[in-house]
C-alpha cells in the first residue's frame, strides 16, 4: 500500500466541501463508493449526515482566515487481492491509525473507499483546524511518518508488502542501480545516483514539502539534480547527462505520485532573451570525484582532470583512454608509483564492501571483472 498527500493546487482556493462530496460521489470514471464514515462531527458519522457534517466543518475552517491550506487530503492506494483481506472495521482502524500517526488524531474528517477496476484506494480529508483550540497541524516530515505507518498496517493485516522508503527488506533505497554499478565499475569514479542517494532524506523532505512543480524543479536543483520526462516515466539528470529513475529515489517520485500532486508535468521553465534565472546555486553540486579516499589522491586528480581537458580536444587513442579516472590510472601506473598505490587502494576497497560475508563464485568474477 501507498499513502500519499495530495498537494493544493496553487493559486486554487481551499474548498473542504468540494473534496468530501467528491469523495461521497466517488466521481471518477469507472468508480463507485464502497464504504463511508464522518470522525469527530457533532451532525454524524454516516453519509446521510454529511452536508451537515460540511458545514461544521467548513465553519471550524472560517475561524482561521489567515492560513490558505486548511485541509490535508490523504490517498492510500492498496494492491490487488488487499480489499478482500479488510472488513469495515478494518479500513477505519487504518484510516485512524494514520490520523493518529499525522496528529490528526482529534481533528474532524471524511474519508471512503473507491473501488475500480483494478485499484482499491482509500481517500481522507483530515481539517487540519482543531474543532476546539483551532490550532492548525501542519505534519512535519510526513512523507516519512505514511511510509512507516503504511509498512506497520502492511505486517498487522497481512497485506501485500509495497516497498518504500523505511522498507529495507524489500527494496534497499540506497542499493545502486546496475547502470550506476556498471559506470563506477569502469571508471572509479562517483556515479549520479550514489550523489542523489547520499542526499536522499533532504531532498525527499523537500519535495515532500512542494506545493507545485516549479516548487519540486527548485528542491532538485539544489542538489544539481533536474526532472526531466523520458518514456512513459520520468528521470533524474545530471549535468553530465547521467540518469536514474525518479521512482529509485522513493517510490512517491515516480511520474504516476507526482503528477496526484502536481497536476500534468510541468518542465523548469527556460530562461530566454537577457533574462537572467532567479535560482540559487546547487547547494551539493554534483562532480564525479573518485570512490576510494587516499591522502595522495587529490595530486593524481588535479593531473588527471588537466589532461583530461587537454586530451578531449584531441580524438586520439590515449586521449579515449584517459576519460575516466580508472583507465588514467592504468596507463600512469608504468611511470607514477602513486598511481599504483591507489589502484592497489582501490582494490582493497572493493574486496572490503565485497567480503562481508563469504564471497560466492558469481561476487568473486565480478571482483576480478572490475579490478
Not at 502492511?154 to 518504500?164: C, N, Q, T
Not at 540518469?243 to 500532486?261: G, I, P, T, V, W
Request: hydrophobic share 35%; proline share 5%.
Amino acid at each position: 500500500m501507498i499513502a500519499t498527500k495530495i498537494g493544493k493546487k496553487p493559486g486554487v482556493p481551499d474548498n473542504y466541501t468540494r473534496l468530501g462530496e467528491y469523495i461521497a460521489a466517488a466521481e471518477e470514471k469507472g468508480e463507485k463508493l464502497h464504504q463511508f464514515w464522518i470522525r469527530n462531527c457533532d451532525a454524524g458519522t454516516k453519509i446521510e449526515d454529511l452536508d451537515l457534517a460540511l458545514l461544521e466543518i467548513e465553519a471550524v475552517q472560517r475561524q482561521k482566515p489567515d492560513i490558505a491550506d486548511k485541509t490535508y487530503h490523504l490517498v492510500v492506494s492498496f494492491r490487488p487481492g488487499d480489499q478482500d483481506k479488510l472488513t469495515t472495521d478494518d479500513l477505519m482502524a487504518i484510516e485512524a491509525e494514520y490520523a493518529k500517526a499525522l496528529g490528526y488524531g482529534d481533528h474532524q474528517r471524511v474519508a471512503g473507499t473507491h473501488i475500480n477496476t483494478d485499484n482499491f484506494h482509500m481517500h481522507i480529508a483530515f481539517n487540519k483546524v482543531h474543532p476546539e483550540t483551532l490550532k492548525v497541524i501542519t505534519p512535519h516530515r510526513d512523507f516519512k511518518t505514511l511510509a512507516k505507518v503504511s509498512r506497520e498496517i502492511e505486517k498487522k493485516y497481512s497485506l501485500s508488502i509495497d516497498p518504500g522508503m523505511t522498507d529495507g527488506k524489500e527494496r534497499d533505497p540506497n542499493k545502486l542501480s546496475p547502470a550506476a554499478r556498471d559506470y563506477e565499475a569502469h571508471t572509479w569514479q562517483e556515479s549520479f545516483q550514489r550523489h542523489v542517494l547520499k542526499h536522499r532524506e533532504e531532498i525527499l523532505e523537500g519535495l515532500g514539502a512542494a506545493k507545485n512543480w516549479q516548487e519540486a524543479h527548485e528542491v532538485l536543483a539544489r542538489y544539481d539534480i533536474s526532472l526531466k520526462l523520458r518514456g512513459n516515466g520520468m528521470v533524474l539528470m545530471s549535468p553530465d547527462g547521467q540518469a536514474m529513475k525518479a521512482s529509485q529515489l522513493d517510490r512517491s517520485c515516480s511520474k504516476k505520485m507526482l503528477e496526484e500532486r502536481f497536476g500534468a508535468f510541468e518542465p523548469m521553465p527556460k530562461i530566454t532573451g537577457n533574462k537572467t534565472p532567479n535560482k540559487a546555486p546547487p547547494r551539493q553540486r554534483y562532480t564525479s570525484r573518485p570512490l576510494t579516499k587516499h591522502p595522495k589522491t587529490s595530486l593524481l586528480w588535479k593531473r588527471y582532470l588537466g589532461s583530461r581537458k587537454s586530451q578531449f580536444k584531441r580524438s586520439t587513442v590515449l586521449g579515449r583512454a584517459v576519460r575516466n579516472w580508472k583507465m588514467f590510472l592504468m596507463t600512469e601506473a608504468h611511470q607514477d608509483p602513486l598511481a599504483m598505490v591507489l589502484i592497489i587502494a582501490h582494490q582493497e576497497f572493493l574486496r572490503t564492501v565485497i567480503s562481508g560475508t563469504k564471497q560466492s563464485r558469481r561476487k568473486q568474477k565480478i571482483v576480478n571483472s572490475i579490478l
